[in-house]
């Protein structure tokens, strides 16, 4: 669920990123078009020129593991008129690993200034060069080295894995040993084993060295701490798939040509349109979704992303109390966006987007240019989906059906073991269907023929040496702002409940009730509650606001303890629904900076203020999905694809259902 190492080898080079695309060689026509490669290179320079020219600021060993657009205020975008151009700027995060301390640039492109250099409170995520220097230091390690001899292991065969800082990991008992105390930057080294024979391709996460931790001091570049405690067996299993039958070509042909048209970044779909970005912290961003009603371009949403990803892992060991991680916030997911292959990833129907990311390490000898090529990391592709509607003449018997057909954003980020594919799907019914599916592998630990707390056993080799995976959960927050018919919206929340009469007993309702100021709620299975965003100013032929209701779908709730300190900066997954005010500077459910942050109550607790009204204003659903994983014999050594998923269906948004305006398939 970290970057790996062999992920990381190339992006320890590469990394810290700003997605570019654009797939046309046109001008920038969008506010929302990424930074362009000239303008990530400048953004850079200016950058690197205050930093040499203030004697405040160091000007050697600086690391940028965040170059990225700062998009332009929400109210200034849609106040835009017709062919303005608006002010380009970057966002630039700045990391000197020697003195502990990180900033914000924020560059002004057109003018080509620095606006102003903010010292951070907390830590960036982690750099690409990051990963390889702690595994470096690491392998230098002379009783790491020993603690895999002593096991019969070769360390010249070891995969070593980089996970972000815990709180409190550095106590009383090792303070002294860090080079900024409790503010150290610090990361965890957890080491697996690749195959003995060398074969390819090789799994190691299947094959744990347990017990062994290697903490290292990111500041002063040392081994914090190495915590052994004591050998247990390494399965021999190698991960790959069996050779058996191969499914026979199932290919997905448009004789007549596609409906989607896709220039740079601009997505239009049928009656869909909007513009879909990757960005190297959120991965993909769509913006300015829009539906065309009977001619009428309608606004359904300014910004939808994915804002943070928390896996905390519920097992009773100390080695396994820091595993939790902040996968958006610690890791810029986007960063690790992977290649989309036709007919594997997506359909071989697909239209793939490139992207080209900023260097954390700027430009060197062997990058000049500090840009690496990114192919193929969005998706965007039309499939079938059953029927959409049917009906029957009950006399003549005569039918009357259509096919369903969807449009797919996708793209998909490897974190270490595991790799999160997302769908975003619009719907012929209008309709906004969000998919996350969990791939790869289950953090596994070896084990014993006893049996494990919050461990269960999932598999073992023909030496019978076992192989636990522990219980461990994922909180997916995604940050929706819904623009229906413009922004002046309201909440309001629906659930189903009996009616109490004597008579009828059948008998059951809605009920409903206004949201009127910022907070957060639950989720209600047996009464089925859902939640209507809707227009403060525009009714529908029935009298009622035009509407989206979110529908929720999967979810987990949290089994650590309520003052577990990790949960409290993970205050989103607390509750499924948030909603606030939008803010341009509110963007991530866990706070600007989770790695490492001490801070409880960051992000969400903190954008919320019960005294702020929200009806009529323009409103941010934070919404959380979630899966609790109790690891069965199946999900390993790979595990199959788990799925999460909500819904944003037209509530009243239109006056009947859109899809009869689809036609039969010529």
Known sequence: ?????????????????????????????????????????????????????????????????????????????????????????????????????????????????VLQVTPLAGQPALAGEEYAAAAAIVRAHEPWQRALRTRGLDPARAYLDVWAGTPGLIDERNVAQASHGRATRVVQCLTFMRRADGGKPDNPYDRPVEGLVVSVDLNARRVLELVDRGPRPVIAETGNAAQSQALKPLLVQEPAGSELTLEGHFVRYRNWQFYAVLHPRDGLILYDVRYRDRGKLRRVAYRLSLSEIYVPYGIPDANWALRHAFDVGEYNAGTTAQQLVPGEDVPNNARLIDAQFFSDLGPTADNPDGKVDMPATLAVYERGAGMIWTRTDPVTRERDSRQARELVVAWNTMLGNYIYAFDWIFKLDGSIEVKAHLHGTTLNRGTGPEPERSAPKVGKDARGTWVAAPHHQHFLSFRLDLDIDGTANQLMEMEVAPLADPQFKNAFDTRTQMLTREGFRDVEPRHSRHWHIESATIKNPFGKPTGYALEPESLAFPYSAADYEVLARAAFAEHALWFTRQRDDERYAAGEFPYQSAEAGAGLPAYTTPADVIQGQDIVLWYTTGFTHIARPEDYPVMPVETLSFKLQPRGFFDRNPALEVGRAE
Not at 50 to 61: G, H, Q
Not at 74 to 103: M, S
């Open 1 to 113: 669920m970290r970057h790996s190492i062999l992920a990381c080898v190339s992006y320890a080079l590469l990394c810290a990123m700003c997605a570019v695309i654009p797939a046309r060689a046109a001008a920038l026509a969008s506010p929302f078009d990424p930074l362009s490669v000239v303008e990530q290179r400048t953004a850079f320079e200016l950058v690197l020129a205050r930093f040499r020219s203030d004697p405040a600021l160091p000007d050697t060993e600086l690391r940028f593991p965040l170059v990225a657009l700062a998009e332009p205020p929400k109210t200034r975008v849609l106040a835009r008129k017709p062919g303005e151009t608006l002010p380009r700027r970057a966002e630039v995060h700045v990391l000197h690993h020697p003195d502990n301390r990180a900033w914000l640039a924020l560059i002004d492109l057109t003018g080509k200034r």
